[in-house]
């Protein structure tokens, strides 16, 4: 039976490289018809903020390479409720053109249904 | 069940408390790297559930003693640690 | 790993492929790799695939000449993988972007030197998939 893999994204855009080549790992996933499912938790749940310029600072936007998830077929993105409060965003400000944003109240759980977990 | 590799100190990195809001009951928690230095202090008491590993090299590089609470285990078991749980979350932030 | 099954004990061996994203000598996270590797290969499972990622691609250049009274990482994996004939992939993408190259990219994007080390291989980030689909076990070594 296939792998059920998960990528879960952690970390804050911009301030690393690791949120950048984590989706770009997710992308190159999703080109081959090997999709991951997503999760965002922890500073990962600001790499969905809207309104983000980082042109400034020299560095390309991450919401390119998020709004290119569903072109490629991924289509869901988990996102960590408790991450979002504990960082007072609001689940409404979200959005990224054609995917859909699911909340994930139990984390635990919800990685415990994968066989592989990718760890960006 | 997962088992959650945590690696960087509790009193620098949410790494420990990240993974402990992920932890389910019966889930194994490992503790490498400078992640050992939770042996210092009190555990979260989410992890309560949860089986709790350390390698001994790591605390033994760091001079901490390691608990009764938590079996220090060496890369072999480690290994098998890894064949025994899936999928395998690695907290290094 | 021994399983207790009545009274017999089962041997699984497995399918491990690893993920390192740190600099050997900067972060303890390739060292931990390197003997995780080892240990792994010791009990009898297989390695099917290393791949570094963000800062790991350093493990890849054949460039590091670290102090003789210190543990050399790189000659480490490439001892391991004369050993294992081990598929030790460094990601083209993150290498570009942090200086490691081999004679053909090299020579391509017009850079005056290569020092992808011998035993390692850049290639795409699809092998990392590649590794998620066709492995029974994915361990990250993070930063």
Redesign the interface.
């Known amino acids: 039976m296939?792998?059920r893999?998960?990528a879960?994204c952690?970390?804050a855009p911009y301030g690393?490289?690791?949120a950048r080549?984590g989706l770009?790992?997710v992308l190159?996933?999703a080109?081959?018809d090997?999709s991951?499912e997503l999760l965002f938790?922890?500073d990962g749940v600001f790499q969905l903020l809207d309104g983000q310029e980082p042109a400034a600072i020299e560095q390309k936007s991450l919401q390119r390479n998020l709004q290119a998830l569903p072109m490629f077929g991924v289509e869901t993105l988990h996102v960590c409720k408790?991450s979002l409060s504990q960082r007072g965003i609001d689940p409404a400000q979200l959005q990224i053109t054609g995917a859909e944003i699911v909340l994930v109240v139990d984390?635990?759980?919800f990685?415990?249904g994968?066989?592989?977990?990718?760890?960006f | 069940m997962t088992l959650h590799i945590v690696s960087k100190s509790p009193f620098s990195s949410s790494a420990l408390s990240d993974c402990a809001n992920a932890v389910r009951d019966g889930d194994a928690l490992l503790l490498i790297e400078d992640g050992v230095y939770a042996l210092s202090r009190e555990m979260p008491e989410k992890l309560a559930a949860a089986k709790l590993y350390c390698l001994a090299a790591d605390a033994a590089a760091r001079g901490l003693a390691v608990p009764g609470s938590i079996e220090a285990i060496d890369d072999a078991r480690w290994v098998s640690l890894c064949t025994e749980h899936h999928p395998v979350v690695s907290w290094f932030k | 790993m021994p399983r207790p099954a009545g009274h017999f004990t089962i041997w699984q061996s497995m399918k491990f492929s690893l993920a390192v994203y740190g600099a050997p000598h900067a972060s303890q996270s390739a060292a931990t790799a390197l003997r995780f590797a080892r240990a792994l290969l010791a009990a009898g499972h297989e390695l099917y695939r290393v791949f570094f990622y963000c800062d790991g691609v350093h493990n890849g250049s054949a460039l590091s000449a670290p102090p003789q009274d210190e543990a050399d990482i790189a000659e480490g994996w490439q001892a391991l993988q004369r050993a294992h004939k081990l598929d030790l992939v460094v990601c083209i993408a993150a290498a570009q972007r942090r200086g490691v190259l081999n004679s053909s990219e090299a020579n391509r994007l017009e850079k005056p030197a290569a020092n992808l080390a011998e035993g390692f291989e850049l290639a795409g980030l699809g092998q990392l998939a590649d590794a998620a689909v066709n492995s029974d076990r994915l361990i990250t070594f993070g930063q």
């Open positions: 296939a792998n893999t998960l879960i952690r970390q690393s490289a690791l080549e770009e790992a190159a996933a080109a081959m090997q991951p938790v922890n408790l984390v635990g759980k990685i415990a994968f066989d592989i977990a990718l760890n």
